[in-house]
């Protein structure tokens, strides 16, 4: 079931002359976690501001359970529209207590305030701390504490800007759990914003992906990882090799070697043929002969990269298991687990 849809979002701000946000249109599911990520400045906080109604869309409309919230000329004020949201800095009253703080987010919810406010701190973990004060909590448990004002109200979406810069690389791994899981116990709606590929791969159901306020692709975590639409998302997601090919009816040839690959008689002659480094090993596998010159071992101590060339010095970079032992200048043998084919034309 589609919780929240947005069609043909444009948003350009009074003084600039481009879109921020540009034919923006998506869909997001009853219960999902949806990253948007993107580099600095491709539209990612302000496409949460409109969705929190914080900002007005010059055209286009946004529907929330079913309810327009925000069209060119009408507009649901944002404390109506049962969206919470976490600040990037958490934005936590410092003069008041977690339970209190908790419970400001609850000024438009009837029934009993101190009840919702203590079981919802229950459950992001902060039982012991209901009169503590930020100052007195980690990074980490101000977050929680911004989390549980911000899904206290049971809103239908949660939007996170940034929620994980703030911490420590360490930190990080842990927190982005707990709050995948808090998440996924109160079963509510979340759009978190990231420019940090790994935290979208690792957290996010889907991730949606902004360049120049356009929006790439929105798909799963391994399909833009594997099954990029077009370079920008590749290149975005990581380091990939790019290496030239003809295709045949059996397969591609390659500065590398050959490739069997019966896909290849689709193509015509000239192709590109796209492979991460991790996608590569030292392994022999049936129908493909590829092997480079190793020119540079670098070891990173939980995996190594090798560097080949081909003849023409055309260079390659492949990720191995630390453990693997290479000479540099041997002729190395290996082989592609998945790779992307395009034209050249
Ligand atoms: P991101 O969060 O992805 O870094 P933003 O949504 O903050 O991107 O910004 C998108 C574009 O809009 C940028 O070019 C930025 O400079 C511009 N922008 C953001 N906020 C404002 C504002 N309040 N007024 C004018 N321009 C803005
Ligand atoms: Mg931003």
Same mark, same amino acid.
């Given at each position: 079931?589609?919780?929240?849809?947005?069609?043909?979002? $444009?948003?350009?701000?009074?003084?600039?002359d481009y879109f921020a946000v540009?034919?923006?249109?998506?869909?997001?599911?009853?219960?999902?976690?949806?990253?948007?990520?993107?580099? *600095?400045?491709?539209?990612?906080?302000?496409?949460?501001?409109?969705?929190?109604?914080?900002?007005?869309?010059?055209?286009?409309?946004?529907?929330?359970?079913?309810?327009?919230?925000?069209?060119?000329?009408?507009?649901? +004020? *944002?404390?109506?529209?049962?969206?919470?949201?976490?600040?990037? $800095?958490?934005?936590?009253?410092?003069?008041?207590?977690?339970?209190?703080?908790?419970?400001?987010?609850?000024?438009?919810?009837?029934?009993?305030?101190?009840?919702?406010?203590? &079981?919802?701190?229950?459950?992001?973990?902060?039982?012991?701390?209901?009169?503590?004060?930020?100052?007195?909590?980690?990074?980490?448990? !101000?977050?929680?504490?911004?989390?549980?004002?911000?899904?206290? +109200?049971?809103?239908?979406?949660?939007?996170?800007?940034? +929620?994980?810069?703030?911490? /420590?690389? @360490?930190?990080?791994? !842990?927190?982005?759990?707990?709050?995948?899981?808090?998440?996924?116990?109160?079963?509510? %709606?979340?759009?978190?914003?990231?420019?940090?590929?790994?935290?979208?791969?690792?957290?996010?159901?889907?991730?949606?992906?902004?360049?120049?306020?356009?929006?790439?692709?929105?798909?799963?975590?391994?399909?833009?990882?594997? =099954?990029?639409i077009n370079p920008y998302v590749?290149?975005?997601?990581?380091? #990939?090799?790019?290496? @030239?090919? %003809?295709?045949?009816?059996?397969?591609?040839?390659?500065?590398?070697?050959?490739?069997? /690959? &019966?896909?290849?008689?689709?193509?015509?002659?000239?192709? #590109?043929?796209?492979?991460?480094?991790?996608?590569?090993?030292?392994?022999?596998?049936?129908?493909?002969?590829?092997?480079?010159?190793?020119?540079?071992? *670098?070891?990173?101590?939980?995996?190594?990269?090798?560097?080949?060339? /081909?003849?023409?010095?055309?260079?390659?970079?492949? =990720?191995?298991?630390? %453990?693997?032992?290479? !000479?540099? /200048?041997?002729?190395?043998?290996f082989s592609l687990h998945s790779?992307?084919?395009?034209?050249?034309?």
């Amino acid at each position: 079931m589609t919780i929240l849809e947005l069609q043909s979002i $444009d948003k350009k701000y009074s003084q600039a002359d481009y879109f921020a946000v540009n034919q923006v249109s998506f869909k997001v599911k009853q219960g999902e976690i949806l990253a948007l990520v993107g580099e *600095s400045g491709s539209g990612k906080t302000t496409l949460l501001r409109l969705i929190a109604g914080l900002e007005h869309p010059n055209s286009g409309c946004i529907l929330l359970s079913g309810e327009k919230i925000a069209e060119r000329n009408k507009s649901v +004020p *944002s404390e109506k529209r049962k969206v919470g949201m976490v600040f990037q $800095d958490y934005a936590l009253f410092p003069h008041l207590s977690i339970i209190e703080n908790v419970k400001f987010g609850l000024i438009h919810t009837k029934g009993d305030k101190d009840k919702i406010a203590k &079981e919802t701190l229950d459950l992001v973990g902060l039982k012991e701390n209901y009169s503590k004060y930020p100052h007195q909590l980690s990074g980490g448990q !101000q977050q929680r504490v911004a989390l549980a004002r911000a899904i206290a +109200p049971r809103p239908f979406i949660l939007l996170m800007d940034e +929620p994980f810069s703030n911490l /420590d690389a @360490l930190l990080k791994d !842990q927190v982005r759990e707990e709050i995948r899981q808090i998440i996924k116990k109160t079963g509510v %709606t979340a759009i978190f914003v990231t420019h940090d590929t790994r935290d979208a791969l690792s957290t996010a159901d889907r991730i949606a992906i902004l360049h120049k306020g356009r929006l790439q692709q929105i798909d799963l975590p391994r399909n833009l990882y594997e =099954k990029p639409i077009n370079p920008y998302v590749a290149n975005f997601f990581g380091k #990939r090799n790019e290496i @030239l090919a %003809t295709a045949t009816v059996e397969g591609f040839y390659t500065s590398f070697g050959f490739i069997e /690959d &019966e896909n290849a008689k689709n193509y015509q002659d000239k192709v #590109r043929l796209f492979f991460r480094p991790e996608h590569a090993s030292l392994t022999v596998r049936a129908g493909q002969a590829l092997s480079g010159k190793l020119f540079k071992v *670098s070891y990173y101590g939980d995996h190594q990269i090798l560097k080949l060339t /081909d003849e023409e010095g055309k260079k390659i970079s492949i =990720k191995i298991n630390p %453990t693997q032992s290479v !000479q540099n /200048d041997a002729r190395v043998h290996f082989s592609l687990h998945s790779y992307g084919i395009e034209s050249a034309y």
